[in-house]
């Protein structure tokens, strides 16, 4: 019998209905929770992996996310909280999600839109099994409540199982850098090092050395160095905007991938490494494959497993909670700054604010609104910034 994940649903404003849950015991142990102070003993008795919650679009809300949260008591050995309701504006998504919801999802929605966010929620191992197993902290850093986002939590805990290379698409400041950390902090190779190089910062005349190592006497002023294979041997390498890597240099790599053997530049013999592969670019490798500029064989041997992270403007709903993020992290690294006593306060945005960045169209994704944010927080006094606080560049 294969085995189904609890799935506690809290429904005390009749916010969800009867028909979901109904749908939803295809995929799930459904298990009904009439009142949010029979959480407790649910929690108890049944061990939920996930407890959904209904959150009425009026001034309840908060009182009843709560009340909920209370009795579940949240803290690392909890179940996950997520919210359904039919009001999710950016303001209340972002309070609910200060209060220690995991996910929101917007009413009326699909059983199978509820299922992917559900999975996504789920720990790696069933919780009846090991109930003392913490959350993998990873995916908390993969912030969103998109359909994208959904979907990138899922992938990366799909691939996180392999060691096959790994293929990430997308543009610049999507967070292909940290969807590659996320998955090396989710294998198990986790004790390992995780090393990122930018292969369009190494130049074609060092790329060798760089990835392989040297050995003394090798080219002028060589020493005898191990490269970037060595150095993450039982880890992780991130070969960012491997695009920009020269093809001699994509000969070689594909040599490593196939025989998982390095060999220093100036060497007599090999050594064997023993690294998982994630590369990541914004070029389209087809294409450049086509014109002759990046190798077909390496090609395919890169894209045994591929995601393609989506720009930021294809998933505005995640704004309000990475806004909320970013500003989280900016006053954490204001507070460990700190050296006269005085404390920075943490800022937050207004409504308002949050509308005028969803508008926008963050042609540098993600890290165009951390740059914006960080500027708009020093050029203001105000601890709730409004709309024209933001500094965009002009």
Known sequence: MRYLPKVAICDTEDVIGTELPYLLEEHFAVIPVAESSDLPKVLQRSSPDVVLIGVPANAL????????????????????????????????????????????????????????????????????????????????????????????????????????????????????????????????????????????????????????????????????????????????????????????????????????QVRRVGATRSRVVDVRVVAATNRDLAAEVRAGKFRNDLYHRLTVLVHRLRPLRERVEDIPLLADHILQNLHETALARVRNGHQPPRRYLSEEALHFLMQQTWPGNVREVMNVLERSIQHSDRVELRATDIRLLS
């Open 61 to 260: 809300a908060i009182a009843v996310t709560s009340s909920v949260l209370s009795e579940c008591g949240i803290h690392s050995s909890s179940p996950r909280v997520i919210a359904l309701s039919p009001s999710l504006v950016p303001d209340l998504v972002v309070k609910l999600m200060r209060m220690g919801v995991h996910d929101c999802v917007f009413l009326p929605a699909t059983p199978e839109k509820v299922v992917e966010h559900v999975h996504a929620a789920l720990p790696l191992v069933p919780r009846h099994s090991t109930p003392s197993q913490p959350e993998p902290g990873p995916l908390g850093a993969i912030v969103g409540l998109s359909d994208a986002s959904v979907e990138l939590r899922r992938v990366l805990q799909r691939y996180c199982l392999s060691d096959s290379p790994v293929l990430f698409l997308g543009e610049s400041g999507t967070g292909k850098d940290l969807a590659a950390r996320a998955l090396h902090e989710l294998s198990h190779r986790n004790a390992g090092p995780f090393h990122a190089q930018n292969c369009g910062a190494i130049p074609d005349s060092l790329a060798e050395s760089e990835l392989f190592g040297s050995e003394r006497g090798a080219y002028t002023d060589a020493v005898s160095r191990p490269g970037l294979f060595e150095t993450a041997h039982r880890g992780t390498l991130f070969l960012d905007e491997i695009g920009e890597m020269s093809l001699l240099a994509q000969a070689k790599l594909l040599r490593v991938l196939e025989e998982g």
